[in-house]
Each structure stands twice: as C-alpha cells, then as structure tokens.
T-cell receptor, first 114, second 115 residues
Framework: AQSVTQLDSHVSVSEGTPVLLRCNYS??????LFWYVQHPNKGLQLLLK??????LVKGINGFEAEFKKSETSFHLTKPSAHMSDAAEYFC????????????FGKGITLSVRP | DGGITQSPKYLFRKEGQNVTLSCEQN?????MYWYRQDPGQGLRLIYY???????QKGDIAEGYSVSREKKESFPLTVTSAQKNPTAFYLC??????????????FGSGTQLSVL
C-alpha cells in the first residue's frame, strides 16, 4: 500500500529566504509523485509532478522538487519565498497502474513573514 | 473559461436532510472525482467516475451517493446517514481514466456545515 508523510504541519519563513517543504513516501512500486498548492477557500492547483523521467523536477512559480529513491523523499524547495506563496501544500503519491488512485498527505501550511 | 464549477460555495444542512452538491466541467474530461477535506487531514476520496453511467466507491463512500448521467456533471448527495458531514468538498476531473500520471483539475469547493 502507498502512503505519504508530511511531518511538518506548519512552516514559517521570511520573505526572500529559501523554502523547504518535506515529503516522504512509501510505495511498493515505482511511484508517481505530485505537489499541489491550495490557497484559502480554493481548489488545488498542480505545482509539479515526477513520473520517472528526470529526478529534479521544475514546476510553476519557481518551485522545484527532487526525487530521491534511496531516501524515499520528494521535498519541495524554492530559493526565495514571496508573500503570495503563503498557502497549503500537499504531497501526493500514486502507484502506476490502470486503476491506481492518488494518496494525499495531510498538507503543510506555509506562512511567509514580511 | 474552461474549468470546473462547484455550487453552492456554502451549504447548510439540517438534521435528517439530504443535500446535493453540484459539479460541472466543460473540459471534456472522462474522469471525475469527489474529495472530502477536513482540517489537518488532507484529502480523502469519496467517489470517482471514469465514464458516463459508471462510478466507483472511494475510501469513505458511506453516507454519500453520486450519479454520472452526463459527461460534464457529477453531483454528490450527502445523505442523512452521513453523521459528520461538516467539511470542505472538492470536485476534480482528469482527461482520461484514473491513472498514475494524470493531473487533476479542481473546482473551488463547497463548504458544508450542519445547522
């Protein structure tokens, strides 16, 4: 069975400093991994996805994530936080297969201080 | 604008009442999904549909029902059997049937509260 662990429920950074949001996964097979962002009272928007091509994945708004199989991790980073990055971030795993479903992490709330 | 429209944005349910949440998409997507979001718990799958007139239970289907009579519409009914319905409900779609690489497109959600 697949699972996702987002150990930090809340991360706070100052504007202009780096962002690191951690995600660890468990999967019996080679997984696909996603990061979604949700702004308050809105739906989710895809930031980036990993599907067994390059291990360093670049997404929208300057975010990127690196797939590390040995560490079963898929951490999300951004070199310099902007106030508009304040939102909730979800790491998602899916095992390959015709009827595979997505498993969402519990989410990380990112706060950005001026 | 292409996208997914959920209505209403806020909904209140009385004890013993069934309520229906609307989800419409004009993206011509085959697959549609309903998720429930509770604070600090991420998203949990209620039902999904990969094609018209077919749908499957997700992880927390008890107390909910759906229909998929048209490709663009996937309404969710929260029945009186759902004892803890207060949550944020998200509808999503994807171009093809459920698969590992599919990107989901989300609506803006419906907040359901019990009076």
């Amino acid at each position: 069975a697949q699972s996702v662990t987002q150990l930090d429920s809340h991360v706070s950074v100052s504007e202009g400093t780096p962002v690191l949001l951690r995600c660890n996964y468990s999967s019996s097979y080679s997984p696909s991994l996603f990061w979604y962002v949700q702004h308050p009272n809105k739906g989710l928007q895809l930031l980036l996805k990993y599907t067994s091509a390059a291990t360093l994945v670049k997404g929208i708004n300057g975010f990127e994530a690196e797939f590390k199989k040995s560490e079963t991790s898929f951490h999300l980073t951004k070199p310099s936080a902007h106030m508009s990055d304040a939102a909730e971030y979800f790491c998602v795993v899916s095992e390959k297969g015709a009827n595979s479903k997505l498993t969402f992490g519990k989410g990380i709330t990112l706060s950005v201080r001026p | 604008d292409g996208g997914i429209t959920q209505s209403p944005k806020y909904l209140f349910r009385k004890e013993g009442q069934n309520v229906t949440l609307s989800c419409e998409q004009n993206l011509n997507h085959d697959a549609m999904y309903w998720y429930r979001q509770d604070p600090g718990q991420g998203l949990r799958l209620i039902y999904y549909s990969q094609i018209v007139n077919d749908f499957q239970k997700g992880d927390i289907a008890e107390g909910y029902s759906v229909s998929r009579e048209k490709k663009e519409s996937f309404p969710l009914t929260v029945t009186s059997a759902q004892k803890n319905p207060t949550a944020f409900y998200l509808c999503a779609s994807s171009p093809r049937r459920v698969g590992a690489n599919e990107k989901l497109f989300f609506g803006s959600g419906t907040q359901l509260s019990v009076l």
